[in-house]
């Protein structure tokens, strides 16, 4: 009979190193998970309480969630942001996975061009073209309208990115068999390309969607009037409104947060499954 392998043996200095790495971690578990909890806590406190140290509320209160469901327009401001969310990630998937599919399989002049300028977006953040962004606007006179806040949200690049290189990975010859049986391009794409990008494209509506959930800086430059606030503009000016009433900030930040700490919780493990085989060449 084969014995079985002896279990490895540490010396000390690998138990230290390995005890050093569990502290770190461990406290940068707790700083990321400190603001959250704080957030939460302030939220169940009332005013007197907000300012003292203590983490857990000594008189623990829901008013203050009564409060932003009702003595403010919340529920509004969480129906704009759910319209805006839900169109723009629909239309942007439409969109990139057309993209996507063009870029990885269909050749034509200007190609390989139209890739590296579409990556070059990357090295632009938005606060760098907001200026420019928004004058374009203005131009086409979107401002202050659900035009001006759906349409310059649609392009992502990274979402063009992640699918051109999942459609890369696929095998050629089902495209192969579909173009001697007659089809064309818009029937592969339709009938073979979509249905085999459901892991992906699933992924990529989940990211899309809590994006423009948090979405802030554009929102708060294209849409000043109140009918059109999203919930993270309407946090900013709720807090500019009632600068001392942390309590009625914190409950009202907790309530945008639930919707996507849910979806995160639910779909973890699709997200990440998706993004390691998504085949990056």
Same mark, same amino acid.
């Given at each position: 009979m084969t014995k079985a392998p002896a279990p490895p043996v540490y010396?000390? *200095? *690998?138990? !230290?190193?390995?005890? !050093?790495?569990?502290v770190i971690t461990a406290i940068l578990g707790v700083m990321a998970i400190y603001p959250l909890l704080y957030m939460l806590s302030i939220s169940f406190k009332p005013p007197p309480e907000v300012f003292r140290s203590n983490v857990l509320p000594a008189q623990p209160t829901l008013a203050n969630f009564f409060y932003v469901l009702t003595e403010v327009p919340f529920w509004h401001y969480l129906a704009n942001t759910f319209i805006v969310s839900s169109v723009v990630t629909v239309v942007a998937l439409f969109f990139h996975t057309m993209a996507g599919y063009a870029l990885a399989r269909l050749r034509f002049p200007g190609r390989e061009a139209v890739f590296l300028a579409m990556l070059s977006t990357f090295l632009v953040s938005l606060p760098v073209i907001i200026v420019p962004l928004f004058a374009m606007v203005r131009m086409m006179g979107m401002v202050n309208s659900w035009a001006g806040l759906i349409i310059p949200s649609i392009f992502d690049a990274f979402g063009i990115f992640l699918l051109r290189q999942y459609y890369l990975s696929l095998p050629r010859e089902l495209e192969e068999a579909a173009l001697i049986d /007659? %089809? /064309?391009?818009w029937r592969i794409y339709w009938s073979i390309i979509l249905p085999l990008s459901r892991p992906i494209v699933s992924t990529l509506a989940i990211l899309f969607f809590? %994006?423009?959930w948090n979405s802030f800086l554009w929102p708060l430059t294209v849409a000043p009037q109140s009918d059109l606030w999203v919930v993270q503009v309407a946090i900013a000016n709720f807090k500019s409104q009632y600068s001392s009433a942390w309590n009625y900030t914190m409950a009202a930040s907790v309530i945008v947060a639930i919707p996507m700490l849910v979806i995160f919780v639910i779909f973890q493990r699709q997200i990440m499954d998706s993004i390691k085989t998504t085949g990056l060449k």
């Amino acid at each position: 009979m084969t014995k079985a392998p002896a279990p490895p043996v540490y010396d000390g *200095q *690998q138990r !230290i190193v390995r005890l !050093i790495l569990m502290v770190i971690t461990a406290i940068l578990g707790v700083m990321a998970i400190y603001p959250l909890l704080y957030m939460l806590s302030i939220s169940f406190k009332p005013p007197p309480e907000v300012f003292r140290s203590n983490v857990l509320p000594a008189q623990p209160t829901l008013a203050n969630f009564f409060y932003v469901l009702t003595e403010v327009p919340f529920w509004h401001y969480l129906a704009n942001t759910f319209i805006v969310s839900s169109v723009v990630t629909v239309v942007a998937l439409f969109f990139h996975t057309m993209a996507g599919y063009a870029l990885a399989r269909l050749r034509f002049p200007g190609r390989e061009a139209v890739f590296l300028a579409m990556l070059s977006t990357f090295l632009v953040s938005l606060p760098v073209i907001i200026v420019p962004l928004f004058a374009m606007v203005r131009m086409m006179g979107m401002v202050n309208s659900w035009a001006g806040l759906i349409i310059p949200s649609i392009f992502d690049a990274f979402g063009i990115f992640l699918l051109r290189q999942y459609y890369l990975s696929l095998p050629r010859e089902l495209e192969e068999a579909a173009l001697i049986d /007659g %089809a /064309g391009y818009w029937r592969i794409y339709w009938s073979i390309i979509l249905p085999l990008s459901r892991p992906i494209v699933s992924t990529l509506a989940i990211l899309f969607f809590l %994006a423009n959930w948090n979405s802030f800086l554009w929102p708060l430059t294209v849409a000043p009037q109140s009918d059109l606030w999203v919930v993270q503009v309407a946090i900013a000016n709720f807090k500019s409104q009632y600068s001392s009433a942390w309590n009625y900030t914190m409950a009202a930040s907790v309530i945008v947060a639930i919707p996507m700490l849910v979806i995160f919780v639910i779909f973890q493990r699709q997200i990440m499954d998706s993004i390691k085989t998504t085949g990056l060449k």
